[in-house]
């Protein structure tokens, strides 16, 4: 599949420069994080060189890219979540956060400070929340892959273990959602 070059693409960091941490994390309780596809957390730092395009120039490259389909803006929840029907992919587009990706009771989690121009892949099970919003106007634009069903919300209560179950059969990203073939996800 090709990019669709019908719209603009931003101009993005070349993928020999640009900064990538991948990250395996324990299970932590009902929390299953990395353990069952044993797909990474991928974290994209400095996608976009100077100045980070807005939120509409954002979206507009993602749905050119086609491999997500933006599905809102947001900060991100203060509260220890996951999902277990789509892997996520998040761009931040203004502010900086300290968030936490594992959970708060998970001594293999992985906290970071993150700002303008950088992306997360989370992949579904993987805990995450803001831990601190260190400018006051944090928010990212929330993607999910074309096709897949509508994310949930589970936080690693008794009970979920039915929709756990659903993440092993998710399919993984063949494109990367931000540079097509040969990005970092799609050598994850």
């Not at 300290?98 to 993150?114: I, Q, S, W």
């Not at 106007?137 to 096709?147: A, I, L, P, T």
Request: proline share 10%; net charge negative; glycine share 10%.
């Amino acid at each position: 599949m090709s990019v669709n070059t019908s719209k603009a693409l931003l101009p993005l960091t070349p993928l020999t420069s640009l900064r990538v941490s991948r990250h395996q994390i324990p299970p932590a309780g009902l929390i299953p994080n990395t353990s069952i596809q044993q797909k990474p957390l991928i974290i994209y730092e400095g996608v976009f060189p100077s100045p980070t395009p807005d939120a509409s120039e954002i979206e507009a490259h993602l749905n050119a890219v086609g491999v997500v389909k933006p599905m809102w803006r947001y900060p991100m929840y203060p509260d220890d979540h996951f999902h277990t029907t789509a892997h996520e992919f998040l761009v931040i587009h203004r502010g900086r956060a300290r968030l936490n990706f594992g959970g708060e009771a998970c001594p293999g989690a992985v906290v970071v400070e993150l700002g303008p121009g950088d992306a997360i892949l989370i992949p579904a099970g993987v805990s995450h929340r803001l831990v601190q919003d260190l400018d006051g106007d944090f928010e990212m634009v929330g993607s999910y892959m074309v096709d897949s069903d509508h994310w949930d919300l589970c936080y690693g209560h008794p009970g979920e273990e039915e929709h756990i179950a659903n993440i092993k059969h998710l399919a993984w990203f063949t494109r990367d959602p931000l540079y097509g073939d040969g990005g970092p996800a799609a050598k994850s």
